[in-house]
Nanobody, 123 residues
Framework: VQLQASGGGLVQPGGSLRLSCVAS????????ISWFRQAPGKEREWISC????????NYADSVKARFTISRDGAKNTAYLQMNSLKPEDTAVYYC?????????????????WGQGTQVTVSS
């Protein structure tokens, strides 16, 4: 089982990026998928989830109305569209999969993790 996160990079404030999380060895739609991030010197932060077998999503207040999580079952891939990026969004972003039917914000509930992709927002 593997989750492969990608799509990070350097972007100016106000810009956009789309992160991808490609799954192999598991059916992504059968898992609740979350994105977390961790900035240097800070604790890991949950930012968004999409509940398994549904389109129900949830967002942290810090990213609400700017970020959108989605899932493509045919591609077995989850996405995080990030718009109106701010310098404080700079972090390593991780996708994670949990065999839960609710949105959980505790990383310990997630069995599978991607390797992380760096997002840097700077002018």
């Amino acid at each position: 089982v593997q989750l492969q996160a990608s799509g990070g990079g350097l972007v100016q404030p106000g810009g956009s990026l789309r992160l991808s999380c490609v799954a192999s060895g598991l059916t992504l739609r059968s898992y609740t998928i979350s994105w977390f991030r961790q900035a240097p010197g800070k604790e890991r932060e949950w930012i968004s989830c999409i509940i398994r077998t549904s389109t129900t999503t949830n967002y942290a207040d810090s990213v609400k109305a700017r970020f959108t999580i989605s899932r493509d079952g045919a591609k077995n891939t989850a996405y995080l569209q990030m718009n109106s990026l701010k310098p404080e969004d700079t972090a390593v972003y991780y996708c994670a999969a949990a065999a839960r039917g609710v949105c959980v914000r505790d990383g310990s509930d997630y069995r599978y993790w991607g390797q992380g992709t760096q997002v840097t927002v700077s002018s």
